[in-house]
Every structure is written in structure tokens, then in C-alpha cells.
């Protein structure tokens, strides 16, 4: 599953962005500062932030730095009114690894978004293995084991344990797990599902310890057995 991060204040553009590149092998999440994408920047890794330079509080440029210098591997494409061939000259220099300029055809930025996914996806690819301790999570195959044994996974517990594990260590919210396994376009889910989900995924790995309930934030799959938890 990859993830796109878009930060953008108009709203209606922002919305039809995330009507473009939404599909069933990506979620996309949608901000409209930098305070808001600094915080989903904490929840979650993403393969891709489509990045307006003017926003609201502050430059985008100064984001644009933060990704880069955080992970260089995050693509960022910036889509911004700063036309001239010194803005995109900066732009590009400053790290990012394309720029548009508005207005723009949603179907060329679409293009342009999946040529940037692509150059990812062998990397991503092989990052979709999670061997650690006495778990084996093969999420091409969709092959999971503990301790050598088989494990089988409904279609949503293995959507939240590869949310889970591609995020170890950080909180997932609540929220973003419901929004990124539930996407069929439901106006309403009921939380005590995703609670259903986390208890047999629990119970399926033997995982109680390493899924860990951080009360008031989320989720979190973590190796250390000492940190915060609650059952």
C-alpha cells in the first residue's frame, strides 16, 4: 500500500486531487498547512507529498526540507503559482523531485505522480517483508507466520497489521487506521470494528505485548516490551 500526502489550502483543488489519485493500491491523505502535515508526518511514512509552496502558515519550501532531510527516499512534487524559471529552479535545487506550476491538467499530474511511484516501487516492493523476532509477514505473497507456523488473515487484519508494522514504532490514531482499511467510500464506520479487528488480530499473532493500545492516541506495533502500553 503506498501513501500520498497532499498539502493544499484550496480546498477545491485539495479535493479534486484526492478524487485523481485515490485507488485501491493507495490511500491518500489530505492537509491544508503545515501544521497539519507535520502532524500525519508523525503518524505515518508516506511515498509521496504533493506540496503547496504557499500555504497558510508558513513556506513550503521549509517542509520540503524537513521530508528531504528526514528521508530522501519520500518523493515530493510541488505544486505551487510561483511560475518563473527561478522559482522552479529553486524549487528543484531545494530537493524536490518535480514541480508544477498552476494551473495544471489533473491528468498530467496524475501522470507524473505514477511515474514518481513507479521509480519507488521496486524498493517498496522489497520492504513489503517483515522478518523480525519470531515473526515473518510477507505482504506480496500475503504469507504470515510466527514462530514458523501459518497464520491466516482476513483482508482487513491484514490491511491494519501492514499499517501497523510499516509504522513500527509511531502511533497510528484511530482515526487514520479507520480512514486507511475502511475505504469503499463509507460515510460511517463503527469503531468498535476496528477494536474487533485489533483483538483478533492479537490473538491470531499472539502479538498482545507488540500491539500495543496507547489510550487517547491509537495504535502502536512495537518490539520493545517496555514501552507505554495498555492492553
Keep these: 500500500m503506498q501513501y500520498i500526502l497532499?498539502?493544499?489550502?484550496?480546498?477545491?483543488?485539495?479535493?479534486?486531487?484526492?478524487?485523481?489519485?485515490?485507488?485501491?493500491?493507495?490511500?491518500?491523505?489530505?492537509?491544508?498547512?503545515?501544521?497539519d502535515a507535520r502532524e500525519q508526518m508523525m503518524l505515518y511514512t508516506p511515498s509521496l507529498v504533493l506540496l503547496d509552496e504557499n500555504l497558510p502558515d508558513g513556506n513550503g519550501l521549509d517542509l520540503l526540507g524537513e521530508i528531504k532531510g528526514a528521508n530522501s527516499s519520500i518523493k515530493v512534487i510541488m505544486i505551487t503559482a510561483n511560475d518563473t524559471d527561478m522559482d522552479i529552479v529553486n524549487g528543484l535545487e531545494s530537493g524536490a523531485d518535480d514541480y508544477i506550476t498552476k494551473p495544471f491538467s489533473l491528468a498530467v499530474l496524475r501522470a507524473r505522480v505514477n511515474t514518481q511511484l513507479k521509480s519507488i516501487a521496486t524498493t517498496e516492493k522489497s520492504s513489503d517483508v517483515y522478518v523480525k523476532n519470531e515473526f515473518d509477514f510477507d505482504f506480496l505473497k500475503m504469507i504470515f507466520k510466527v514462530k514458523g507456523a501459518t497464520v491466516e488473515l482476513s483482508k482487513t487484519e491484514q490491511k491494519l497489521l501492514y499499517i501497523l508494522v510499516k509504522n513500527e514504532n509511531?502511533?497510528?490514531?484511530?482515526?487514520?487506521?479507520?480512514?486507511?482499511?475502511?475505504?469503499?467510500?463509507?460515510?460511517?464506520?463503527?469503531e468498535n470494528a476496528l477494536s474487533v479487528a485489533i483483538k483478533r488480530l492479537r490473538a491470531k499473532l499472539s502479538a498482545s505485548e507488540y500491539i500495543k493500545t496507547i489510550y487517547g492516541l491509537g495504535y502502536k506495533w512495537t518490539l520493545d516490551s517496555d514501552s507505554e502500553a495498555g492492553k
Design 6 to 35: 497532499i498539502v493544499e489550502d484550496d480546498l477545491g483543488l485539495n479535493k479534486g486531487l484526492c478524487t485523481a489519485l485515490k485507488n485501491d493500491e493507495r490511500s491518500v491523505i489530505s492537509c491544508t498547512c503545515l501544521k
Design 170 to 190: 509511531i502511533i497510528v490514531s484511530r482515526n487514520d487506521l479507520i480512514d486507511k482499511i475502511w475505504t469503499d467510500g463509507s460515510d460511517f464506520v463503527d
